[in-house]
């Protein structure tokens, strides 16, 4: 039996003091009381974020065209080789080999609603020389190291463009 300040898990459970004799606590007592009682542990709500920024970057709803636009070099790089897809947040990674090259937006878009990612790992530097001179593409970060680059579609005319780069992240996946 218990003694002094122990108590039994029936007493803890439904908050009462001192010990309880076995068959005192109805189980449908405890179901309940577990159902209800809060444990003293942080909510989401009441955690506070450490800063105001995030580091996680913001996905954009992606316009009306960049759909349609994301539709048709989707459809063109379904057809090839040994290319694989996967959705992910709001995009559909592209896989050459199981590496990724690139993200199509599908309903969420990186950097501006008009915009797809192409990832190089290193990009080479004739590569690197050309898209510091379009002004359609953006790095995550200005460095010789970045891996991700942007692609903003302005008009149908950069599609051919926009399959340039594409082709040459392909390339560039091993």
Known sequence: MMSGNAHSVGALLCGLEGPVKCGTVRMEAVRFTLGVRRLNTPTWSSVKAKSTTSNWPKLLRISEEMRQWSAMLEQDLRGWPRVTSRPMFGLIGFYRDGVIFAALPRTRALGT??????????????????????????????????RWYSFELKSADDLRDALWWLNRAYGEAK
């Open 113 to 146: 609603p008009n915009s797809f990612i192409v990832k190089f790992n290193p990009m080479p530097p004739e590569l690197l020389r050309r898209a510091r001179k379009d002004p359609r593409i953006v790095s995550e970060r200005e460095s010789p190291g970045a």
